[in-house]
T-cell receptor, first 112, second 113 residues
């Protein structure tokens, strides 16, 4: 099994829908991250969790709500999204404050 | 604030030719530097990393990179490109605080026959 697994791989949702992205890491790491990758823009860090506590929130709109129930799982709950939220959402993990991050395959989100 | 510049948006290389992708960074202290590769529709795979020590680092798939502090650069090289190397390459700089990596905008590598 791969180190960081994201589901679903593809998601199409309407602006009034509620959906969740899931990330699971099998590397024994204790920090997890959500990144957003939009066309023509650099990867943007959205949230950082360390030991299930949120340590960083980069001014992300409240329509994105993260959840980290344990050090192996990370969710991103989505509601009332906008078309400009369409992007590839990447989950990553690392060990503590060590900077090397391991990424999942991503979820391609399309908001219609 | 840290930043990364990848000046080339696209590069086309003939199969079997050598490759160099440029990366310049801005960071106040000794940086942690990374190169990642992303195939279409996929996540990011770590190619190599520099933390300290020898400034020439070897990575997977035959890639290497050289850290040059005086030029604030961390260029990626490969002596002979294969068609399977066609992908997007990202340079990143990080610190020791919860892997808050800053990425460049990426360079798309196209490999011609």
């Amino acid at each position: 099994e791969t180190g960081v697994t994201q589901t679903p791989r593809h998601l199409v949702m309407g602006m009034t829908n509620k959906k969740s992205l899931k990330c699971e890491q099998h590397l024994g790491h204790n920090a997890m991250y959500w990144y957003k990758q939009s066309a023509k823009k650099p990867l943007e860090l959205m949230f950082v969790y360390s030991l299930e506590e949120r340590v960083e929130n980069n001014s992300v709109p409240s329509r994105f709500s993260p959840e980290c129930p344990n050090s192996s799982h990370l969710f991103l709950h989505l509601h009332t999204l906008q078309p400009e939220d369409s992007a590839l959402y990447l989950c990553a993990s690392s060990q503590g404050t060590w900077p090397e991050a391991f990424f999942g395959q991503g979820t391609r989100l399309t908001v219609v | 604030a840290q930043s990364v510049t990848q000046p080339d948006i696209h590069i086309t290389v003939s199969e079997g030719a050598s490759l160099e992708l440029r990366c310049n960074y801005s960071y106040g202290a000794t940086p942690y530097l990374f190169w990642y590769v992303q195939s279409p529709g996929q996540g990011l795979q770590l190619l190599l990393k520099y933390f300290s020590g020898d400034t020439l680092v070897q990575g997977i798939k035959g890639f290497e990179a050289e850290f040059k502090r005086s030029q604030s650069s961390f260029n990626l090289r490969k002596p002979s490109v294969h068609w399977s190397d066609a992908a997007e390459y990202f340079c990143a700089v990080g610190n020791s605080g919860y892997s808050t990596l800053t990425f460049g905008k990426g360079t798309m590598l196209l490999v011609s026959p």
